[in-house]
């Protein structure tokens, strides 16, 4: 178990060492880095898989978040760009219509 752990401390670090440098807005591909709301005031513990949009009314960003991944209580989350601003959160879709689905199949 020692060496298991020695090992997977050293591929870490490996891995560490291979990462490239935190991006900075305004280098390469980084046009703006911002946050969405607050994370000393987020909604979820936990948010991935985020992904964002331009439509004709501006940028839209969605991602998963709720306690972890799996969880019951993880949803869909949007968020608008409006003058300059992020709106407030708003969960557009939640577990309960895969838990009424798994639950019929069972």
């Not at 940028?59 to 019951?72: D, I, M, P």
């Not at 209580?73 to 300059?84: E, F, K, N, P, Q």
Request: hydrophobic share 45%; with cysteine; charged share 15%.
């Amino acid at each position: 178990m020692k060496y298991f752990v020695a090992s997977l401390m050293l591929a870490l670090v490996v891995v560490a060492a291979k990462l490239p440098p935190v991006a900075k807005p305004g280098q390469g591909a980084l046009l703006s880095a911002e946050l969405i709301y607050p994370l000393d005031n987020k909604p979820t513990p936990q948010c991935h898989a985020s992904t964002i949009a331009e439509t004709s009314t501006g940028l839209v960003a969605a991602w998963f978040a709720g306690t972890r991944e799996k969880h019951t209580d993880v949803g869909i989350r949007v968020s608008r760009l409006v003058a300059a601003n992020w709106t407030q959160p708003l969960e557009v879709s939640d577990a309960s219509a895969g838990a009424a689905r798994e639950s019929h199949h069972h």
